[in-house]
């Protein structure tokens, strides 16, 4: 794991009141010490430490194959790590089988029992602690309520709608009050826009609840939306952790930016470093670059720029020369309605990403298929990366 | 292409059912026939189901043939639900294909070997034949089509239902009865099913490994048509096929009700 020490920026939106893995006295729901996971020779998760904090929601994101989902199943109890420690709450889970563990799963395929009604989902785990009826029934339709699937009760699974079913595992899944509930790839299987309503609806959820959630997934809007803090995984690793702004605003590798969002990243050499300023030569930008940035690179080290695609702006006449600065021909157009994407062939033969928000219903002279155009951005637009 | 029934449709399909449901009309009409002859046609009479109640040693064999049959066949849906959690579950142990082999093979080997096998062994146990002897041999041989019905069903069962329920608190042997047997229920039964109707009609290795008293139904048809075909033996078999038939037709009825229900 690789965070690297910089003065926290002003990002992004983010809880500011609730940092508790800045808090050095904090101590972690969930920790995961050098966990290391193999099967068959192959290591799905490589030497991860990791903590989560109560009432944190945490996410897991990487491509498939990662071994995110292989770090939530060992959590739940479903692997065992071949070394390593995984504690809740200060306790050691070794040895303690899935259904000893206080935490809850919500599958992917949302593994609803076929021959047991919504309700009797739901009061699955209530049941396995020995509740007593009356109170079974209580949270059974204090759940339904939660869910928003009162009248549903007696329906089967699969008597139900896509959405339906997710809110049934979720409902299934927290009625024991989990002290963490664990969340695989949880909208997956769900259209586009009710996955962004149930992005917003597990927030509130999870405020609502003070649950700690954690989240796995493969989609990085789903990580950004929801979570406190992601912890970007590779083959078997965690890259970066950070709140959602950090880890796009200042990534720390050309993974994590390529990863997170889109990016534009060029290469080149630092020609000067003072530790507020990084001066880059690149074939790409005849002016050069200026970055504002703290890293003491040395002089002729190769390093990357990685700018997002709307922090470039698109020019039809031209600027004045100098740093930033890069000239090319529109090569395509995307138009998204909200944003429009430029892809912008540099003279270097290069294809750049620039985005613009259509802020206005129209513009006295669009840009066009075709047209010159320059492309600048600001000197804090871009991080400099060395990995 | 050509839809609908076609002459050529409608022969074959006559003289398919012919073939295979010709025999058993001619059958249960003559159980009803009044002459003692079997092949000439007296008149209508229920006298042979009269007789046939008053038959003791027939009324002995069904009522030896049912009990191991249900017998047997319990047991061998309990040891193929094992066998068939052991082949799907188990994932790859040592000597997986043999295990596997093993199971399938009493399916295809020859049931006179498979009798002739049974009976040295008990032989050289001592074990004297008899009810027990039967049983015990059904249930083995039957066991393997109990195992085969009922791995079908479980490798299609998704396993994370199990995990969810452990995940819920519920302890995996627990899990297995609450979850995954409700789910695969219905193999079970006709896993049972046919372990009973094959119990029921098995005449090979019956012979082989019965002993006094153990007599089956089939062993005693079977030695008495030696002697002359009776009507008795018509008669018989007539409420055998009705019994199968009404069986097979409440399984399905019942079926038909679950999905409607679900």
């Known amino acids: 794991m690789t965070e690297r020490s910089r003065p926290r920026l002003n990002i992004g939106a983010v809880r500011s009141t609730f940092a508790p893995w800045a808090d050095p006295a904090a101590k972690p729901l969930v920790r995961f010490e050098n966990v290391v996971k193999r099967f068959d020779g192959e290591t799905a998760v490589n030497g991860v430490s990791l903590d989560i904090y109560q009432g944190e929601f945490f996410a897991l994101l990487g491509p498939s194959g990662c071994g995110k989902t292989t770090l939530m199943r060992l959590l739940a109890g479903f692997e065992t790590p071949d070394s390593g420690r995984i504690t809740l709450a200060g306790e050691d889970l070794a040895g303690k089988p899935p259904h000893q563990r206080p935490v809850n799963m919500m599958f992917q395929s949302y593994a609803l029992f076929p021959h047991l009604s919504v309700e009797r989902n739901i009061a699955f785990g209530l049941k396995q602690q020995g509740m007593p009826k009356d109170q079974i029934a209580d949270r059974v339709t204090e759940m339904l309520a939660l869910v928003r699937l009162d009248g549903l009760a007696r329906r089967k699974p699969h008597q139900l709608s896509g959405g339906q079913r997710q809110r049934v595992a979720l409902a299934r899944a927290i009625a024991p009050r989990p002290k963490m509930l664990l969340l695989d790839e949880p909208l997956a299987a769900l259209d586009k826009k009710l996955r962004e309503e149930t992005q917003f609806e597990l927030m509130a959820l999870q405020q609502q609840l003070g649950m700690t959630f954690l989240i796995v997934t493969h989609d990085q809007e789903e990580a950004m939306v929801t979570a406190d803090r992601i912890a970007v995984m590779r083959s078997g690793e965690i890259v970066q952790i950070g709140r959602p702004a950090d880890v796009y605003e200042a990534p720390n590798s050309r993974y994590v930016a390529d990863f997170i969002g889109d990016v534009n990243i060029f290469e080149g050499k630092a020609e000067f470093a003072d530790g507020t300023t990084v001066r880059m030569s690149s074939p790409e930008a005849p002016g050069g670059f200026d970055i504002v940035e703290d890293d003491l690179l040395d002089v002729g080290s190769t390093a990357w720029l990685a700018v997002r695609p709307e922090k470039i702006e698109v020019h039809l006449d031209e600027p004045p020369p100098g740093p930033n600065r890069m000239a090319g021909k529109i090569e395509d157009i995307g138009y998204l309605g909200d944003w429009t994407t430029y892809l912008v062939e540099l003279e270097s033969g290069r294809t750049i990403r620039a985005a613009r928000a259509n802020a206005k219903r129209f513009v006295d002279r669009p840009v066009d298929w075709d047209d010159k155009v320059w492309l600048t951005f600001a000197r804090d637009a871009g991080v400099v990366l060395t990995q | ?262």
């Open chain 2, 1 to 262: 292409m050509k839809r609908g029934l076609t002459t050529f449709n409608i022969a074959s399909l006559v003289i398919g059912f012919g073939f295979l449901y010709l025999p058993i009309v001619l059958l249960v009409i003559y159980s009803f026939n009044a002459s003692r002859l079997v092949t000439v046609w007296g008149g209508f009479s229920t006298k042979w189901y009269a007789s046939l109640f008053r038959n003791e040693q027939l009324l002995d064999a069904i009522w030896v043939t049912f009990r191991i049959g249900l017998i047997s066949a319990t047991i061998a849906t309990v040891l193929g639900t094992f066998a068939a959690v052991a082949l799907v579950r188990a994932g790859r142990f040592r000597g997986r294909t043999l295990f596997s082999g093993m199971i399938f093979a009493p399916l295809v080997m020859p049931e006179v070997i498979l009798g002739l096998s049974l009976l040295l062994l008990f032989v050289s146990l001592g074990l004297p034949r008899g009810f027990w002897t039967v049983t015990v041999s059904h249930a083995t041989v039957t066991m393997c089509y109990a195992a085969v019905v009922i791995q079908a069903r479980l490798s299609a069962f998704d396993r994370q239902l199990e995990e969810a329920a452990q995940d819920l608190g519920c302890p995996p042997i627990k899990a297995f009865f609450a979850i995954t047997l409700p789910n695969i229920a219905p193999a079970v039964a006709a896993a049972w099913m046919l372990a009973f109707t094959l119990s029921l009609d098995d005449l090979v290795i019956a012979s082989f490994t019965s002993g006094p008293g153990s007599t089956t139904l089939p062993m005693r048809i079977y030695s008495q048509v030696r002697l002359g075909v009776s009507p008795e033996i018509n008669a018989v078999s007539t409420l055998l096929i009705g019994l199968v038939a009404t069986g097979v037709i409440a399984v399905y009825l019942f079926q038909m009700r679950k999905r409607r229900e679900a």
